[in-house]
């Protein structure tokens, strides 16, 4: 989900159902994609209400077989064809 329509490709507007975060809700109003890289992120949300704020779906990535690692500071996705150097 964006709060942003500005990063939104193919946008269609639509009326969804209401979400909350974070002490809040909003509606989704329209969805759309979004390319990050060698990552599209499709079916991606739009929310007005959460303004400048993305919020990313890690079973999403996962069940397109990427890795998803995350460390204190970080979250990385690797695509499904990414090798550490130490793997076969």
Same mark, same amino acid.
């Given at each position: 989900? =964006?709060? %942003?329509?500005?990063?939104?490709? @193919?946008?269609?507007?639509?009326?969804?159902?209401? /979400?909350?975060?974070?002490?809040?809700?909003?509606?989704? =109003?329209?969805?759309? +994609?979004?390319?990050?890289?060698?990552?599209?992120?499709?079916?991606?949300?739009?929310?007005?209400?959460?303004?400048?704020? %993305?919020?990313?779906?890690?079973?999403?990535?996962? @069940?397109? +077989? %990427?890795? /998803? &690692?995350? =460390?204190? =500071?970080?979250? &990385?996705?690797?695509?499904? @064809?990414?090798? &550490?150097? @130490?793997? %076969?």
């Amino acid at each position: 989900m =964006t709060g %942003n329509k500005a990063h939104l490709a @193919d946008y269609q507007e639509f009326k969804g159902g209401y /979400v909350a975060f974070g002490g809040s809700n909003g509606r989704m =109003t329209g969805k759309g +994609k979004i390319k990050a890289g060698r990552l599209d992120f499709e079916d991606v949300y739009y929310v007005k209400e959460l303004k400048h704020y %993305n919020l990313f779906s890690v079973s999403q990535m996962c @069940d397109k +077989k %990427n890795k /998803v &690692l995350f =460390t204190d =500071t970080d979250c &990385l996705v690797l695509s499904p @064809d990414f090798k &550490l150097p @130490d793997e %076969n």
